[in-house]
């Protein structure tokens, strides 16, 4: 099975037009998409992305910003601009939206492949950045293969299963990646809507499940588009200036 792989799109319909529209012109087919959580907060069209990701065959997690805006965690936890946006985006969001959001599951299991937002441990809110955070949470599920976002930034943690060391790698776009059988991985595809890695475009990745491959992937998308949407919604200026930085 081919899985197109995407976390955080936070809002962002040009990028998730954008990544659709590449994964199409480099003959990505696949099967489903598999979201990581984080579908609304900070960017301007909430509706749309939801909408959006309807029309797919998918599964998809729920995010720390999903919870914020259907009111299960408390917006002091958030600095203020994203609780202001998350205000704004529980305000535009319609109903039967909001109700779709409210259905996601914080972890999901698909064969050797185990789905969450943060972490292992934490599904919500834990971020998992370096090999200690990653060393403390490989032995809290047990596939092979735990996919995660939440980070904004495309990461790949390999645990050898002999010596149980864990290492870190910065996939290179478009440079596929062999998933051996004698390691375990934790795989992060990056940000679609916000990425955070000094790269402002646009990041996803390719799975294919049964050839064990992993590929990351980055593309342009109009961030003058989601900045003026933003400014017009009225959204915090600290958020639509952090976008064509990739912070």
């Not at 990056?190 to 980055?218: C, F, H, I, K, M």
Request: aromatic share 8%; with cysteine.
């Amino acid at each position: 099975m081919r899985c197109l792989i995407i976390s955080d799109i936070h809002s962002n319909l040009a990028a998730f037009e954008a990544v659709l529209a590449d994964a199409k012109s480099r003959n990505l087919g696949h099967d489903i998409v598999w979201c990581l959580g984080d579908v609304v907060g900070y960017g301007p069209d909430p509706n749309e992305c939801v909408e959006l990701l309807r029309t797919l065959a998918h599964d998809c997690l729920t995010g720390n910003h999903d919870y914020a805006v259907l009111g299960k965690l408390d917006l002091n936890t958030f600095h203020d601009s994203a609780a202001d946006a998350a205000r704004w985006t529980r305000a535009t969001l319609h109903p039967y939206n909001l109700s779709y959001l409210d259905q996601r599951p914080e972890t999901l299991s698909r064969g050797d492949f185990t789905l969450v937002h943060g972490s292992p441990r934490e599904p919500i809110w834990e971020y998992m950045l370096d090999v200690a955070t990653a060393e403390d949470n490989f032995p809290l599920f047990k596939s092979s293969i735990c996919l995660l976002g939440h980070t904004h930034v495309p990461l790949i943690f390999v645990e050898d299963s002999g010596s149980k060391t864990v290492r870190v790698n910065f996939p290179e776009p478009g440079v596929p990646f062999m998933l051996r059988k004698n390691c375990r991985y934790i795989l992060n595809p990056g940000g679609l809507g916000q990425p955070r890695d000094g790269d402002a475009r646009a990041s996803y990745a390719l799975l294919d499940t049964s050839e064990r491959v992993w590929t990351n992937y980055r593309c342009e998308y109009d961030v003058k588009q989601t900045q003026q949407r933003m400014r017009k919604a009225g959204l915090p200026a600290k958020l639509i200036e952090r976008l064509e930085f990739g912070r």
